[in-house]
């Protein structure tokens, strides 16, 4: 649009100069050999109309500069082409006027749905593309060793899906990129290159100087990582997901001076981490997960530091959380889970106030939350399974207001809930079983109107269900099996219409069922057994007459329900 306005401005100068009077254009700029390109391009493509946004409104009597997804120069030449999301489905005809858009820069057909076809080998003759995109379009098979010649290539993205996987064998990773001095972001993510560590590494580093983005996740490539990739100093992403690297991670990764991004998740790394590697004061996201013999322990952590993601989680990391960990003050993502982690979570957490997602889940962490934690106002997803936490939640956790899942379950945590839960009015997820939580409920639970799902199982609650229960119009799966509850159901369960799974085993809840329970008309699962209930079961009803095929589980205590 920019571009479009310019070359109006430079008309219109040119114009009234020309002319010494003001004239106001009303034909376009495109060139007419340009809008006929397009038009036969469109006609050859096959796209479904309803989901296609820009396509199916290019209009022979608009300036084909005007069309959404197309991009010209001064002289209304097309120099941008984006269709991508278009719903493009079939091939790319040989005759389409693409391929004779010669002043191409840029070519996004990514996201469509070349169903099964090969990458066309006449997008060579763009000869001036710097930017081709074609990731998760459906192409398929060898890439053709034609789009080696587009040397003035900047940004490459060819990555693909697992069900339509691109190959480079012949050529291989080295003939495709060697004539590519000029690229800076290559993306061949799915792509199937295999290659030992120091075939793929020398092709890349003797041939693309520039590189900036290097993302090659589940390309069945080998390792280690060969010291070539040192050359690379420019490089700022890392993406080596899911190559089988079976290696040690290099130390001289701690070298590249502008590193964000590094991540090298599920690639059999194995061997002491650097520790070096935290001393990246550019890095944004460090992602090792599932290396599963990964060893060694988080060093102290420095002031001068950029993470906002760190996800170690499924190693062999072990020993406490620093201190110093309140020095990642970026941090949005924490994921440490299943490792073998230990010691208290330190009050400097607190200081991690843009936090967003923690999991800690499966360490033997111990000790209590500290209270600190209050001060983590953004965080929405805490998952705290499988440790030795102990003690009661801090009252402070009600400041936790954005908090959409709460997973505390298996830890040794103690005493009532607070009063101050009552705030966490954005919580989808309850799982506190398996601890050592006592007390009724607070009636404050009444305001998380949002809960989804709720386990409370496994704990030593007291009292009866309060009628704020019947606020919990969301509700889906409710386990207040193995506690001491007591007392009749109140009438607004027959509110919980969401409702698809009870458990209300080994409770002493007793009286009748409340009637409006036959509005619960979801119920897929429900034991009611070990309790003390009497009287009829309201939703028999519907369950077998209205919907007698509908799975329901019956697990009632028949002795508590006669008697
Ligand atoms: C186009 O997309 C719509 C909406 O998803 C779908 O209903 C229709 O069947 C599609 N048409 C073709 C020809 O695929
Ligand atoms: C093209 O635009 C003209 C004028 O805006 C309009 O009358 C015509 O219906 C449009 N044609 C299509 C195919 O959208
Ligand atoms: C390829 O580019 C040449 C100009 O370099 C042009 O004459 C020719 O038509 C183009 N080929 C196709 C198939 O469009
Ligand atoms: C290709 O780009 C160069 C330099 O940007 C330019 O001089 C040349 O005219 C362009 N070729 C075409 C066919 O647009
Ligand atoms: C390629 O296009 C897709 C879809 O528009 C986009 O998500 C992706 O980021 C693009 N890749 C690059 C490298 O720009
Ligand atoms: C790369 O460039 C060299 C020299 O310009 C040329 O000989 C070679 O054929 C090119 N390789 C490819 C794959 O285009
Ligand atoms: C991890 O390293 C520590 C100390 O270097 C060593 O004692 C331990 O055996 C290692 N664990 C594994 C699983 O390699
Ligand atoms: C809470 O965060 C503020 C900065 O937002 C910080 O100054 C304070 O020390 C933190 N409190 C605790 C207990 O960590
Ligand atoms: C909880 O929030 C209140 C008000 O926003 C604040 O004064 C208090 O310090 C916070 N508590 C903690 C432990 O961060
Ligand atoms: C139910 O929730 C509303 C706000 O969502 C609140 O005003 C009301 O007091 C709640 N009722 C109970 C019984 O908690
Ligand atoms: C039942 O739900 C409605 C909102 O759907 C609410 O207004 C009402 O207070 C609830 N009843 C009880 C007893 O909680
Ligand atoms: C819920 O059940 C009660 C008692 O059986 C009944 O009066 C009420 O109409 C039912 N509400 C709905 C929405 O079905």
């Not at 608009?62 to 278009?86: H, P, Q």
């Amino acid at each position: 649009m920019r571009i479009i306005l310019l070359s109006w401005l430079f008309f219109i100068t040119f114009s009234t100069n020309f002319f010494g009077i003001p004239m106001i254009l009303v034909s376009g700029q495109c060139q007419s050999d340009q809008q006929s390109l397009l038009l036969q391009l469109k006609n050859s493509l096959l796209f479904n109309s309803t989901l296609s946004v820009r396509l199916v409104r290019w209009n022979q009597s608009t300036d084909c500069c005007t069309w959404s997804g197309v991009d010209c120069d001064m002289a209304g030449r097309v120099i941008g082409l984006d269709l991508s999301k278009e719903s493009i489905y079939g091939g790319v005809d040989d005759s389409t006027g693409l391929f004779a858009l010669q002043h191409l820069r840029s070519l996004n057909l990514a996201s469509n749905l070349f169903d099964e076809a090969q990458i066309p080998s006449r997008l060579a003759n763009l000869t001036n593309l710097t930017y081709l995109n074609l990731s998760h379009a459906g192409f398929v098979g060898q890439i053709p060793i034609e789009i080696s010649s587009l040397t003035r290539l900047v940004t490459l993205d060819l990555s693909c899906s697992f069900t339509a996987r691109l190959q480079l064998e012949n050529p291989n990773l080295k003939v495709l990129v060697q004539n590519f001095s000029e690229l800076r972001e290559l993306y061949l993510d799915r792509v199937i290159i295999s290659g030992h560590g120091n075939e793929w590494c020398q092709a890349l580093s003797s041939s693309l100087p520039n590189l900036q983005v290097l993302s090659l996740s589940y390309c069945s490539l080998s390792g280690p990582i060969h010291s070539s990739l040192a050359d690379l100093q420019s490089l700022s992403v890392i993406r080596l997901d899911a190559n089988d690297l079976s290696s040690p991670v290099p130390e001289f990764l701690a070298d590249f001076p502008s590193l964000t991004i590094l991540s090298l998740a599920i690639c059999g790394l194995h061997g002491k981490l650097p520790e070096n590697i935290f001393k990246v004061s550019t890095l944004e996201t460090l992602d090792l997960s599932f290396n599963f013999l990964l060893n060694g322990s988080l060093p102290n952590f420095p002031q001068n530091n950029s993470l906002r993601t760190l996800v170690l989680s499924n190693t062999k990391l072990w020993g406490t959380l620093p201190y110093s960990i309140g020095n990642l003050k970026s941090l949005s993502k924490l994921d440490l889970g299943d490792c073998n982690f230990t010691g208290p979570l330190p009050i400097s957490i607190g200081i991690l106030t843009q936090l967003k997602y923690v999991d800690l889940s499966y360490n033997h962490f111990t000790g209590p939350l500290p209270p600190s934690m209050g001060n983590l106002t953004q965080l929405e997803y805490l998952k705290l399974t499988f440790n030795n936490f102990s003690g009661p939640l801090p009252p402070s956790m009600g400041n936790l207001t954005r908090l959409e899942h709460l997973d505390l379950l298996l830890n040794h945590f103690i005493g009532p809930l607070p009063l101050s839960m009552g705030y966490l009015t954005q919580l989808e997820h309850l799982a506190l079983s398996s601890n050592h939580f006592t007390g009724p409920l607070p009636p404050s639970m009444g305001y998380l109107t949002q809960l989804e799902h709720v386990d409370l199982s496994s704990n030593h609650f007291t009292g009866p269900l309060l009628l704020s229960m019947g606020n919990l119009t969301q509700l889906e799966h409710l386990d207040l099996s193995w506690n001491s509850f007591t007392g009749p159901l109140p009438p607004s369960m027959g509110n919980l219409t969401q409702l698809e799974y009870l458990k209300l085993t080994f409770n002493n809840f007793s009286g009748p069922l409340p009637p409006s329970m036959g509005n619960l008309t979801q119920l897929e699962y429900v034991d009611l057994s070990f309790n003390n209930f009497s009287g009829f079961i309201p939703f028999f009803s519907y369950v077998q007459i209205s919907q007698p095929f509908k799975p329901l589980f019956k697990l009632f205590n028949w002795w508590d329900l006669v008697h």
